[in-house]
């Protein structure tokens, strides 16, 4: 594979390249939804919002052809300077680091499926002598046959009302506290955040009090995935997480979605065993990696 197979349109903040791309591109990644769940939905969101958008940010969007037809894509963030792939083997991975070595742009990560991940990874190594770190490592999981759990906690789940945004934004931080997410969440700063495009939905108690959250992306491509799914700590253990999540996802699957996803933290074993009682499948994993520049010779 040549280099230049790679077609990037430089960073855009322009609607049309928005459109342009999904006309080029969208068919590949709607042909597996689950595996693109992350790009379907940042698409969809920055055609949505715009370029004038608050926290929207130039990007650069690519994708890679072979005959005629795309084989990958990828996203650059010019604020992360981080590197956002679908599947390639090791020689496109390869031929991908030679190709942004040679642009000399800087990179502070990337995110891929595992392998994809490590093989690039490895590529930027030999490439620039940067020093890989693994950042996170992610399950991805596809919703099979719903399984409520038995017993099912009493109370209910309702969408989360506007008058409930301060108490909707505190839960918010917790839960990027809790998975250490570097982000400021406030009223000026919410519209920028990836947590604002999401529909919300609280488990409330018989006397009304909310005690657990779900939040759900909106359908692109067939899929919607779910995330965040938050407990505060001094509640956790009752089923409440497994109630708004078993909610939200009868939701979307009532609301016509084929293929219902969420990502979870490989290191937290109790999550992923939540997850796979109430009906969820691993699809595969994801790596995200982070670049420590060479440091000066002599």
């Known amino acids: 594979m040549r280099a230049d197979d790679w077609h990037l349109t430089e960073e855009t903040e322009n609607p049309a390249d928005i459109e342009d791309f999904l006309d080029r591109a969208g068919d590949f990644l709607r042909s597996r939804p689950a595996l693109h769940t992350t790009q379907l939905s940042m698409l969809e969101k920055w055609r949505a919002q715009g370029p004038d958008a608050p926290g929207s940010e130039a990007r650069v969007l690519g994708r890679l052809e072979e005959r005629g037809e795309v084989r990958a894509v990828l996203f650059?963030?010019?604020?992360?300077?981080?590197l956002m792939l679908t599947s390639l083997s090791p020689e496109q991975a390869d031929a991908l680091a030679a190709l942004?070595?040679?642009?000399g742009r800087p990179l502070a990560g990337v995110t891929a499926d595992h392998e994809?991940?490590?093989a690039f990874a490895a590529a930027w190594q030999r490439r620039t002598g940067a020093e890989p770190t693994v950042r996170v490592r992610l399950h991805l999981y596809r919703l099979g046959t719903l399984t409520p759990p038995e017993p099912f906690p009493e109370g209910r789940g309702r969408l989360v009302g506007e008058r409930e945004h301060e108490h909707l934004m505190g839960w918010c931080r917790a839960f990027a506290a809790d998975v250490g997410e570097e982000v400021t969440i406030n009223a000026g700063t919410w519209a920028g955040t990836r947590f604002a495009e999401k529909r919300y939905t609280y488990w409330e108690t018989a006397d009304g009090t909310p005690v657990s959250m779900?939040?759900?992306n909106p359908p692109a491509g067939g899929q919607v995935r779910i995330d965040p799914v938050y407990t505060p700590a001094h509640l956790r253990g009752r089923g409440y997480g497994a109630a708004v999540t078993v909610e939200v996802s009868r939701a979307a699957r009532a609301a016509g979605a084929e293929e219902v996803v969420l990502?979870?933290?490989a290191a937290n074993p109790t999550s992923n065993a939540l997850y796979r009682r109430l009906?969820?499948?691993?699809?595969?994993d994801f790596l995200a990696y982070d670049f420590t520049p060479a440091g000066p010779v002599g």
């Open 263 to 265: 990502y979870t933290n």
């Open 116 to 118: 994809t991940a490590a």
């Open 76 to 82: 650059h963030r010019r604020a992360s300077r981080r």
């Open 214 to 216: 779900a939040g759900a």
């Open 279 to 284: 009906g969820y499948r691993r699809v595969t």
């Open 100 to 103: 942004w070595a040679r642009l």
